[in-house]
Structure formats: C-alpha cells, structure tokens
Nanobody, 126 residues
Framework: QVQVVEYGGGLVQAGGSLRLSCAASGRSFSSNAMGWLRQAPGEEREFVAG????????YYTDSVKGRFTISRDNAKNTVYLQMNSLRPEDTAVYYCAARRAAYGGVGNYYYEYDYWGQGTQVTVSS
C-alpha cells in the first residue's frame, strides 16, 4: 500500500516555472516506479513523466521533453516534477501516482498506476 500526496500547483504565466512535489509513503517507497500524469477538462488522463524505482531511468511524453524534469529522492520519499517554459496547453490537474511494486517499469497510461494522489491544479495563462 502506498499513500500519495502531491502539491505545488498554481497559476503561472506562459514561460514561467513551477515545481510539483509528491510525498509518498509505503512499506518500501524505493520499490515503486512513480509517474506524473495530467488531465485537462474533457480529456483523458495522460502520462507526462515517469521514473524508475532507483531513479536511474526517466521517461517523458514528447510535448514536455526538454522542459520538464522528473526526479526522486528516495531518502525523503519524495518525487518532483520541475516544469519550465510552461505553455497554456500544460494547464491541467497534475497527479502523482505509484505503480505496484511488482511492476518494475514506468507505465505510460493512467490505468497502469495503482496509487494516486488527490491532484494539484496547474494553470498557465497566456
């Protein structure tokens, strides 16, 4: 069982930056691959970035490559999403999620994640 709480969203102008944080707890945080996913109104929840158990591998959807960075600090049980050069189309509710420990890799779809935070709103103005 993993408990997930994310925070750090807000309103930012296009071109600005935000850093989202995700505090996770469980029997062994380092056993879980983690991801950030987002959902805009009327859209499916989509994968944004993922990170492997150790943090050695990261994955990004094409639209955020070069702008967003996912990282984790297993000692602090925390995952981060640094978002730079934000665009209005990045506006969405951002969720931090964990995969079951049995799954070693990053999932690219929302249904591949098992434990979810409550979401934090990111709004990017023009």
């Amino acid at each position: 069982q993993v408990q997930v709480v994310e925070y750090g969203g807000g309103l930012v102008q296009a071109g600005g930056s935000l850093r989202l944080s995700c505090a996770a707890s469980g029997r062994s945080f380092s056993s879980n691959a983690m991801g950030w996913l987002r959902q805009a109104p009327g859209e499916e929840r989509e994968f944004v970035a993922g990170i492997s158990r150790s943090g050695g591998s990261t994955y990004y959807t094409d639209s955020v490559k070069g702008r967003f960075t996912i990282s984790r600090d297993n000692a602090k049980n925390t995952v981060y999403l640094q978002m730079n050069s934000l665009r209005p189309e990045d506006t969405a509710v951002y969720y931090c999620a964990a995969r079951r420990a049995a799954y070693g890799g990053v999932g690219n779809y929302y249904y591949e994640y098992d434990y979810w935070g409550q979401g934090t709103q990111v709004t990017v103005s023009s």
